[in-house]
């Protein structure tokens, strides 16, 4: 059995960061695959348990977290900080994941990671911060192995009318589907796509400059996330890469919150994703 262990990291630009990492029973430094999850996730939904223990399972130290504008803290089932959520940007979910992978084998795991051998899993938009990461100037010669499920493959997501409303009112309302629960995305958010979807947060341009070998998962009747993204990140990513569209899958691969076991298509992602890692770390 594989031993699972809190941390929690100062953020540079305040507050903490919460997160879980699981141990592999062989000893000694391991390689290490940090899970990003995606807007409205958590460390702890659905099949991202599931996911760290395949992975501490097959020898690799397994390291998730909450990002900080998810504004859940461990254990939560709803938000229970809106105005982090509000507050939240694509920038500072980037900003998040590098954190982690920076203390990755020394705050967290000191002495149990090989630094060496490193790769990153990102779901939805987690997958696209993940992408940003692994063409980012401090990772893009760290980073070994990327596997993106159902990622996004631009950060503009919003209509004009939305756009316009937010920029009205200050916020953007967002209902979780799940929960009922009534939220809102702040104009922080707005000013960071439009300043950045060209830049620093062109996550095709990224899928590019990476050189991370890389597997993209998507469902191919994905409701939230179309797989043509999927196919726009495969069309632009260099190097190894495969693209894995599994028929008939969703956004979450048949999987709801809480986990109810594993379905075939979350199966399929599974076992392509334990592989990919176990062949290119």
Same mark, same amino acid.
């Given at each position: 059995?594989?031993?699972?262990?809190?941390?929690?990291?100062? +953020? /540079?630009?305040?507050?903490?960061?919460?997160?879980?990492?699981?141990? @592999?029973?062989?000893?000694?430094?391991?390689?290490?695959?940090?899970?990003?999850?995606?807007?409205?996730?958590?460390?702890?939904?659905?099949?991202?348990?599931? $996911?760290?223990?395949?992975? =501490?399972? +097959?020898?690799? &130290?397994?390291?998730?977290?909450?990002?900080?504008?998810?504004?859940?803290?461990?254990?939560?089932?709803?938000?229970?900080?809106?105005?982090?959520?509000?507050?939240?940007?694509?920038?500072?979910? $980037?900003?998040? $994941?590098?954190?982690?992978?920076?203390?990755?084998?020394?705050? #967290?795991? @000191?002495?149990?990671?090989?630094?060496? +051998?490193?790769?990153?899993?990102?779901?939805?938009?987690?997958?696209?911060?993940? &992408?940003?990461?692994?063409?980012?100037?401090?990772? !893009?010669?760290?980073? !070994?192995?990327?596997?993106?499920?159902?990622? #996004?493959?631009? &950060?503009?997501?919003?209509?004009?009318?939305?756009?316009?409303?937010?920029?009205?009112?200050?916020?953007? /309302?967002?209902?979780?589907?799940?929960?009922?629960?009534?939220?809102?995305?702040? !104009?922080?958010?707005?000013?960071? &796509?439009? +300043?950045?979807?060209?830049?620093?947060?062109?996550?095709?341009?990224?899928?590019?400059?990476?050189?991370?070998?890389?597997?993209?998962?998507?469902?191919?009747?994905?409701?939230?996330?179309?797989?043509?993204?999927? =196919?726009?990140?495969?069309?632009?990513?260099?190097?190894?890469?495969?693209?894995?569209?599994?028929?008939?899958?969703?956004?979450?691969?048949?999987?709801?919150? /809480?986990?109810?076991?594993?379905?075939?298509?979350?199966?399929? =992602?599974?076992?392509?994703?334990?592989?990919?890692?176990?062949?290119?770390?």
């Amino acid at each position: 059995m594989s031993a699972v262990e809190p941390f929690t990291l100062e +953020r /540079p630009g305040g507050g903490r960061l919460h997160g879980l990492v699981e141990l @592999p029973q062989t000893p000694g430094p391991r390689p290490a695959v940090v899970i990003c999850h995606g807007f409205k996730g958590f460390m702890e939904w659905g099949f991202f348990p599931a $996911l760290a223990g395949l992975l =501490a399972e +097959r020898g690799f &130290v397994a390291v998730r977290f909450n990002l900080a504008g998810a504004g859940m803290e461990p254990g939560d089932e709803l938000v229970t900080d809106p105005v982090a959520f509000r507050d939240n940007t694509y920038s500072a979910e $980037l900003a998040d $994941l590098l954190r982690v992978l920076d203390a990755a084998g020394g705050e #967290i795991a @000191p002495g149990r990671i090989d630094r060496g +051998r490193v790769g990153v899993l990102g779901h939805s938009r987690g997958g696209g911060a993940a &992408v940003l990461a692994a063409a980012s100037t401090a990772w !893009r010669d760290r980073i !070994r192995a990327l596997v993106t499920w159902a990622a #996004i493959s631009h &950060v503009d997501r919003y209509t004009e009318e939305e756009k316009r409303v937010w920029r009205q009112t200050g916020e953007l /309302p967002v209902v979780n589907s799940r929960t009922g629960q009534q939220l809102a995305l702040g !104009r922080a958010l707005l000013e960071d &796509v439009e +300043r950045n979807a060209a830049g620093s947060l062109d996550i095709l341009a990224a899928a590019a400059g990476r050189t991370a070998s890389w597997l993209i998962v998507h469902g191919g009747d994905d409701e939230s996330v179309p797989a043509a993204e999927a =196919a726009e990140l495969d069309a632009r990513a260099g190097g190894t890469h495969e693209l894995l569209l599994i028929p008939g899958a969703g956004h979450t691969f048949g999987v709801s919150h /809480p986990f109810a076991g594993p379905t075939p298509f979350l199966t399929q =992602a599974l076992n392509a994703t334990q592989a990919w890692f176990r062949r290119h770390l």
